[in-house]
């Protein structure tokens, strides 16, 4: 089984809403990821966390913040976001952030904000 | 800063064709390539991972080749089909795990 669960597929919120993502593992990944894919964009990297401790934070504004609360588990929390946060966001996995590993990413949360 | 750029950017062809995707990044010191297909909204899915010290793989009609030296990857697809449709991404693997990716190639198999 190589599946990465996202919750919810879509998600409109508005500026002052607070929000969760969800992104779910069972592969006993140790690493996992979020990315953010704006329209005819490639992804490009938030966050990443490797055995639940956050590893990377590639300059990412605090009104997303993300938590790992075990090793299947990845919430990406929003609050007081922009219009221009609109986006896909994926969440990926691997078996830890090494060169061999592949990352296995879900189908992704298509992000509204109004 | 690593940079990585898929040629072409689209690309139409008959169904049966074969067809190579390239793509190139600057900074040979990477730790992996890998290259990805995106449905039009959807996830990405895995096709195949290089290593750097490996030169190719092979998965059914796909075949993916490395130069590290030359910082060049190519992606092969033999006898293509309508299914095979699809956005192509190529990523690079950075030393803290982070994959950075190219634009993508999007491919149009005509039947």
């Known amino acids: 089984d190589t599946e990465v669960t996202q919750t919810p597929k879509h998600l409109v919120m508005g500026m002052t809403n607070k929000k969760s993502l969800k992104c779910e593992q069972h592969?006993?990944?140790?690493?996992m990821y979020w990315y953010k894919q704006k329209a005819k964009k490639p992804p490009e990297l938030m966050f990443v966390?490797?055995?639940?401790?956050?590893?990377i934070n590639e300059s990412v504004p605090s009104r997303f913040s993300p938590e790992c609360p075990n090793s299947s588990l990845l919430n990406l929390h929003l609050h007081a976001l922009q219009p221009e946060d609109s986006a896909l966001y994926l969440c990926?996995?691997?078996?830890?952030?090494?060169?061999?590993?592949?990352?296995?990413f879900g189908p992704g949360t298509r992000l509204t904000v109004l | 800063k690593q940079e990585v750029t898929q040629i072409p950017a689209a690309l139409s062809v008959p169904e049966g064709e074969n067809l190579v995707l390239n793509c190139s990044f600057t900074?040979?010191?990477?730790?992996?390539l890998q290259w990805f297909r995106q449905d039009p909204g959807k996830g990405l899915t895995s096709l195949l991972l290089?290593?750097?010290?490996?030169r190719e793989q092979t998965s059914g009609r796909l075949n993916a080749s490395l130069d590290k030296s030359s910082g060049r990857s190519t992606l092969y697809i033999a006898a293509s089909q309508p299914g095979d449709s699809a956005t192509y991404l190529c990523?690079?693997?950075?030393?803290?795990?982070?994959?950075?990716f190219g634009k993508g190639t999007k491919l149009s198999v005509k039947p």
């Open positions: 966390y490797s055995y639940e401790k956050l590893s």
């Open positions: 990926a996995s691997s078996q830890s952030t090494g060169s061999a590993d592949t990352q296995y």
């Open positions: 592969m006993g990944h140790r690493a």
């Open positions: 290089i290593q750097s010290s490996q």
């Open positions: 900074d040979s010191a990477i730790y992996n």
């Open positions: 990523a690079v693997l950075g030393s803290q795990g982070n994959l950075i």
